[in-house]
C-alpha cells in the first residue's frame, strides 16, 4: 500500500518537473522543445535556403546547427503530431512592395523532399528572372499555392496541371504568359483561381478549361490581354460565385453567359469594352448581389428589367453610354447599398423613388446631366456616407434635411446653382 503509494508520488514529481521544465522552455523561448523536426526536412529547408536571395535576412532563425527544431523557424508550420512540414509561409507584405524584404534568387529543388507540404505561400516577392519551376508540377501534396505578384518570368509551366489536389491556385503576375490552358483541366478540385496580369491572349481555351472545372468558386482574370469569349453551348460553372474579367479587351456585345451562371454572387465586369445593350436573360437571377459594368459601352435599351433585382446591394455603371431618365425599375432595388451612375448621360430630373432607397450607402450620380432641386426627403437616406452629385445641373435651395443625415462622410454637389 505504503509503496505504491511512493510510486504515485514519485511519478507525480517527475510529472511536475516535466512540467515545469517544459513550460520555462516555452517561456525562454526555447525554440521547438522537444524537437519535432523531420532531419531530412530540415534538410531540404536549408538546401532551399542556399539558392534564396534572402536581402533582409528573414530566415535568420534556419540555422544548420544541430538540434535546431525547424517546426520554430520563420514560416514553417509542421503538423503537431508527427512533425511533418505543411505549410511554408514565405510571402512577403502584401500592402506595399518592399523590395527590400522580397525574396529573389533560385527555388532549389530540395522543396521536392517536403513530401507533405500542402501550403507554399511565396507571394509578393521579387523572383525576376527565374521561371516558375515545372518540379513544383510534382509536389503533389498541395492544396494551395500562391506565387501571385512575385515576378516569376516566362511561360507558366504546363506540369502545374498535375497538382491534382489543388484548392487554391495564384498565379498573379504581369511578366507571366501561357500557350494555353489546356492543363488547368488537370486541377478538378480547384476551388480559387487568380491569374490577373499573366498574358493569356493565346489560350483562346480559356472559357471551355475554366467552365469544366467542378468545384471553381472564384474566377479572377483581370487584365490578362483576353480578346474573345468563344462560344459556351452549355454553361456549367455550377459552383462559380466570384467571377472578375475586368480590363480585358472583349469589344463585343456582353454575352449572356456571364448573367447566366446560377450561383453567381459577384460579377465585375469593368472596362471589357462591352458594347449596346445588356442581353434579356430567361431565368430569374437571385443569388446576385454585386454587378460591375462600369467603364464599358453599355446602354440600357431596352431596360434589362431583370438586371435591376430586388436582392442586389451594388450597381455600378459608371462610365458608360446610358442616356434618358434613371430607369424606374431600380425603385425595386430595395436593398441597394451602393449605386453608381457617374459619367453618363441621365438628363431626368431626380426621381422621387429614389429617396426611397433607405439602405443607400452610396449614392454616385456625378458627372451626368441631371436637372431640379434635390427634395427634401434626403433626409430619409438614413444611412447615406457618399452622396456626389457634382458636375450636373442641379439648382438650389440645398435642402436642410442634408444635416439629417448623420452618416454622411463625403458630400460632393459642386456645379450646383443656388
Ligand atoms: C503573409 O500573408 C499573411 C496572410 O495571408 C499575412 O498575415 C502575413 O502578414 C504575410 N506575411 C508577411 C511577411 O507579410
Ligand atoms: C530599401 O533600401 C534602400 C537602400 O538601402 C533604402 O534607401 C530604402 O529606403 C529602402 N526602402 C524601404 C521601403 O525600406
Ligand atoms: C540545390 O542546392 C544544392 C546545395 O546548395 C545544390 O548542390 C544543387 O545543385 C541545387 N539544386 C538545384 C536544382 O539548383
Ligand atoms: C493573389 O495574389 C495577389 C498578390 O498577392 C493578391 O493581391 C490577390 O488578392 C490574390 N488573389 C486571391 C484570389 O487570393
Ligand atoms: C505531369 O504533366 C506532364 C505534362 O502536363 C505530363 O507529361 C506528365 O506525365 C505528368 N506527370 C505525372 C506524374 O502525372
Ligand atoms: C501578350 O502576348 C502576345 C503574344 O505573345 C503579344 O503579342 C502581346 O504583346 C502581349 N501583350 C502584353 C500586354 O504583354
Ligand atoms: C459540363 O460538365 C459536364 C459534366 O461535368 C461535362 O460533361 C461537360 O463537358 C461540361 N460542359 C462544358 C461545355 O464544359
Ligand atoms: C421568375 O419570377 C417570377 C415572379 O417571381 C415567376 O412568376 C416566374 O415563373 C419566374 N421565372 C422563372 C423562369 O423562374
Ligand atoms: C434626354 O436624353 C434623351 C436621349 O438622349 C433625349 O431624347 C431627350 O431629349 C433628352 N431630354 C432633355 C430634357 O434633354
Ligand atoms: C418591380 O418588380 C415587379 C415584380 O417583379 C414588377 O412587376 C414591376 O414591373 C417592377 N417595377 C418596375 C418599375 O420595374
Ligand atoms: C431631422 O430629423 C428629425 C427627426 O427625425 C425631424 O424631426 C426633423 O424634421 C428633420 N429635419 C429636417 C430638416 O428634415
Redesign the pocket.
Known sequence: MERSMRVVLLLIRVLAIATITFSIGLCNGIPGWPPLCKESERQALLMFKQDLEDPANRLSSWVAEEGSDCCSWTGVVCDHITGHIHELHLNNSNSVVDFNRSFGGKINSSLLGLKHLNYLDLSNNYFSTTQIPSFFGSMTSLTHLNLGDSSFDGVIPHQLGNLSSLRYLNLSSYSLKVENLQWISGLSLLKQLDLSFVNLSKASDWLQVTNMLPCLVELIMSDCVLHQTPPLPTINFTSLVVLDLSYNSFNSLTPRWVFSIKNLVSLHLTGCGFQGPIPGISQNITSLREIDLSFNSISLDPIP?WL?N?KILELNLEANQITGQLP??I??MTCLKVLNLRENDFNSTIPKWLYSLNNLESLLLSHNALRGEISSSIGNLKSLRHFDLSGNSISGPIPMSLGNLSSLVELDISGFRV
Request: glycine residues 0%.
Open positions: 428589367k435591376f430586388k424606374s425599375s425603385q425595386n
